[in-house]
């Protein structure tokens, strides 16, 4: 069990959040994960209304405030059915894509402009409004989307339609592929060589179920987005 080294360990993509069903690979299994990956994610997400960051969520600088007095509970849950389907979404600046081989989030940091990316077309599952207590709302465990789209630019686009702004304020996510936050989870008491070898042991058994689970995914037209993804 303690054949691995800390070199050996990988994992796919990055995203800010207070939880994360962060799936990690040793050896050579981080050679697997973008394919391993490839799969559905779902998030549960807190937003605020009335403001706006650079970042889009609680870590970046006021930019904008607004009020919100204005917005009702069925007003939010009327605006989460324009962005349920295939949209058009426009990224963060602050994010993983890349400008020129350097991500637009350290092009940022350094202070150097930075230009959006062009909006694309993503794809969301299900959508809906778990709670809502102004000025801060929670989407619920049922948003469903894929690859390449942002949580962030979700909230942010919400507010906008909803003639304020908003701004993510806790993100977390719950599934990614087949693993489950609640399910798979290595708490971190148990981050060793040995308890991590272990939980791989059981978590192969899921992967070799996975073919049949993409097969089924990809009957459906246009896998761009399965869970709402966030990376920064």
């Known amino acids: ?3 691995f080294t800390w070199e050996e360990f990988g994992f796919k993509g990055t995203l800010v959040a207070t939880s994360v069903a962060r799936v990690v690979g040793i050896g050579k299994g981080t050679k697997m994960l973008g394919t391993m990956l490839a799969g559905s994610k779902k998030y549960t997400a807190i937003g ?5 960051t650079d970042t889009l969520d609680a870590t970046g600088k006021v930019t904008e405030e607004k009020p919100y007095d204005q917005v009702t509970k069925g007003d939010l849950e009327n ?3 324009k962005f ?3 949209i058009m979404q426009v990224p963060p600046l602050y994010s993983a894509l890349k400008k020129d081989g350097e ?5 940022m940091k350094r202070g150097e402009a ?3 990316k062009p909006a694309r077309p993503v794809r969301v599952y299900s959508l809906s409004l778990q709670q809502f207590q102004p000025p801060l709302f929670t989407l619920g465990k049922d948003v469903e989307c894929g690859g390449g789209f942002y949580v962030r630019s979700l909230v942010n686009d919400i507010g906008k339609e909803l003639s304020t702004c908003a701004t993510v304020q806790e993100l977390t996510r719950t599934k990614q592929g087949p693993f489950t936050l609640e399910e798979h989870a290595l708490q971190e008491d148990k981050w060793t060589i040995d308890e991590i070898a272990r939980s791989l042991e059981h978590c192969t058994a899921l992967l070799l179920g996975e073919p049949a689970r993409k097969k089924l995914k990809t009957e459906h037209a246009g896998e761009t987005a399965v869970i709402c993804e966030d990376k920064r």
């Open 79 to 81: 605006v989460l059915q």
């Open 1 to 3: 069990m303690n054949d």
């Open 114 to 116: 930075v230009e959006a």
């Open 48 to 52: 605020m209304l009335g403001k706006a």
């Open 103 to 107: 991500r637009l989030s350290t092009l």
């Open 84 to 86: 349920t389907g295939d």
